[in-house]
């Protein structure tokens, strides 16, 4: 089958003002009155499903959070899936230009997010890593036809049935419905989801248990509102990368995490196959950051890119990876959280690590997708979230498409106890 080469006709073109996708007008009355019904249900459907312990008259956006964590379940699915059968043959993983890698799952997990989300919610934009382009590229050659075969069966045996077949055409202008040229944004605030396919493809390459996850946030006026974080492979007793038993691993595979602004962040575990939760509602558990009071004595993590070195904190602490260490006052522990900052953010929101820093590197762009949804579980687990002069990371500050911040130094997590104490440190460091 040849390569699509697909482009948006001028009357599809999304644009997003004030929050909401404008279109050109199309006959609504029997056709949006069917698809509003079946949206209602499907999110009344998710809300029973996922069963969270807090009632809806304390979330403004319950709908919302119930469509969101039904999605990055089914996406987390896929991205199981695609795992399994990824070294199988084909060509599997391209190099975008800043040279890291992307995926079926990608790409598959951008489609299949964006396809739920717009049946359910259709006027709220996303704001996501992905777009066609390298699918459509007119130097595509035979292995790009087969991953796009391979992206259009990864999403059509997970998304939901809309009533009429689902095209690969469909799938490419979904991924592109987030994609950098999708939506524009004027000085209103908005309402949008912000998506990270997946945010660690690096760990998700690896043949090891190396964490990756996915990440859905909503932002309404600026702040983020709901947060839905997929980890597949999280386990129940011990950091990816650890020595743990077998058996208990299989058992406790996996971790979906939610916050609802005012409402916490919540966690319970994916069974040993993925997607077979249970509607109880006691397999929510809440989540909290630790209680680590003395500097020396938390747990940090950085990113996998940077050293110890690079952090203003070097200056005043030497590091080490080794827990059995009795560290002394000048000493910290580093605690290995491999690939991408959502993995650290969750992390943190879990209460398995004090702090993550971050240093902003002038050659490298900081994505809202890489923070959106680990700033709200944190925060709702009682942590705190600002760029390294105690500023709150802002979300709008790429006026018009809403895709990049500009932390001051860099960004800094913690469990709440250690952050002033923290920004005054690094900042008296920091040069």
Known sequence: MPLLHLSLPPHRLLVARRG????????????????????????????EVCGLLFPPERASHHRELAAAVATV???????????????????SILEKNDQTPVTIADFGVQALVSLELQRLFPSIPLVAEEDSASLRSPEAD?????????????????????????TQDDVLRAIDRGGKDAVSFDSNPATYWVLDPIDGTKGFLRGDDALYVVGLA????????????????????????????????????????????????????????????????????????????????????????QTWDM????????STTDKSDS??????????????????????????????????????????????????????????ISDWSGKPLDLAADLTSCRIIYPSGGILVTNGVLHDKLVEMISANYK
């Open 20 to 47: 909401r996708l404008l279109s050109p007008p199309a006959p609504r009355h029997t056709r949006m009155s069917v698809r509003a019904a079946a949206g209602d249900a499907a999110v009344s459907v998710a809300a």
């Open 73 to 91: 379940e089914r996406a987390c699915r896929l991205c199981v899936d695609v795992k399994r059968s990824l070294f199988s043959g084909g060509k």
């Open 142 to 166: 035979d292995n790009n036809n087969v991953l796009v075969e391979s992206i259009f069966s990864a999403v059509a045996d997970k998304v939901s049935s809309s009533g009429s077949p689902l």
């Open 218 to 305: 909503l932002v309404v006026n600026g702040k983020v509102t709901v947060g839905v974080i997929g980890c597949p492979n999280w386990t129940n007793d011990a950091i990816a990368n650890e020595k743990v038993d077998s058996a208990a691993v299989c058992n406790s595979r996996g971790i979906h995490m939610v916050s609802h602004l005012g409402c916490g962040t919540w966690s319970r575990h994916l069974s040993a196959e993925i997607g077979q939760f249970t509607t109880a509602q006691d397999i929510w558990k809440r989540c909290f950051v630790d209680t680590y009071s003395v500097i020396h004595m938390a747990r940090y993590c950085i990113p996998d890119s």
């Open 311 to 318: 952090i203003p904190l070097s200056v005043l602490f030497n």
């Open 327 to 384: 560290r002394n006052e000048n000493e910290i522990l580093l605690i290995s959280v491999f690939c991408g900052s959502l993995c650290k953010y969750l992390t943190v929101a879990s209460g398995r690590g004090s702090v993550f820093v971050l240093r902003a590197r002038p050659a490298t762009q900081i994505k809202s997708w890489d923070h959106a949804v680990g700033v709200i579980c944190v925060q709702e687990a009682g942590g705190q």
